[in-house]
């Protein structure tokens, strides 16, 4: 999406402060003994407080509100009575939506509870890291260098990226041109970013595993080398400065 009017900034604005504002409700809302589901269930009646849909299920077919993964799980977990959370768990959950016919998208992973397991430093290289893509994204400025920015803060910190995986166009719709922001340098990639444009810029920092290959039920992807994944998400405005970021809660960056 462009953004070419003030009405489509204000209506990209109340969409991620819906995402924005749910996210951060869930993750304060988790605790160890609760299911995936219950958590699910909570952010659904957050999102349908704004008026907004969730635009995984709107979109896909998603059996859940949110993607809520665990552990291993590192991406579009599906929403379990099964699945309990416990303390020290790596979880990361996945909020999109659309309000009044504009669409974000915002994630994070995040420890519950005491780091049990030693998760923090991941999720720390995957949050830090996406601040500073974000400080790099600006009209004119190629795709794929902000992906070699990412991939070699992540060998720095000790980690690895996961390549066929990447942030996306939004805005009227959940995912649109440009397609595959990927975390890496893909030398054959030419495109830039355009100015006005509205994308959702994600990380994927793992610790042993550089592809994402998907479990029998359709949805879940995990690591092609097992190991454990973090990832956040913004969805911004690209302008010819610092990028607008549409889903950061009264300055948090989550």
């Not at 407080?49 to 998603?62: I, S």
């Not at 991406?75 to 999109?96: T, Y």
């Not at 720390?124 to 500073?132: C, D, G, H, T, V």
Request: charged letters at 20%; proline letters at 3%.
């Amino acid at each position: 999406m462009s953004i070419t009017k003030e009405a489509e900034l204000i209506g990209m604005q109340h969409a991620g402060n819906a995402v924005a504002h749910t996210l951060k409700q869930m993750m304060e809302y988790a605790r160890p003994g609760m299911s995936t589901k219950e958590l699910d269930d909570y952010g659904a009646r957050i999102l349908a407080g704004f008026g907004a849909r969730p635009a995984p299920r709107l979109t896909y077919g998603f059996p859940g509100c949110a993607c809520i993964s665990v552990d291993q799980e590192f991406c579009h977990g599906i929403p379990s009575d099964k699945r309990i959370l416990k303390e020290g768990d790596l979880v990361n959950i996945d909020v999109s939506a659309e309000l009044n016919g504009f669409w974000a998208d915002n994630g994070a992973s995040f420890v519950l509870g005491n780091d049990l397991h030693q998760h923090q430093p991941l999720v720390e290289a995957s949050r830090e890291i996406l601040k500073q893509a974000l400080e790099h994204i600006k009209g004119g400025v190629k795709i794929a260098d902000i992906g070699y920015i990412m991939e070699t803060a992540a060998k720095k910190k000790g980690f690895m990226v996961i390549k066929n995986l990447g942030g996306h166009g939004i805005g009227s719709r959940l995912h649109e041109q440009p397609e595959e922001l990927l975390n890496y340098r893909n030398r054959f990639d030419q495109r830039r970013f355009k100015k006005n444009s509205v994308v959702a810029i994600e990380t994927f920092i793992a610790t042993s595993s550089t592809y994402a290959t998907e479990l029998s039920d359709g949805w879940t992807l995990v690591g092609d080398k097992g190991g454990y994944m973090a990832q956040h998400e913004h969805t911004v405005v690209v302008t010819g400065g610092k990028p607008i970021v549409l889903t950061e809660m009264n300055g948090i960056f989550h």
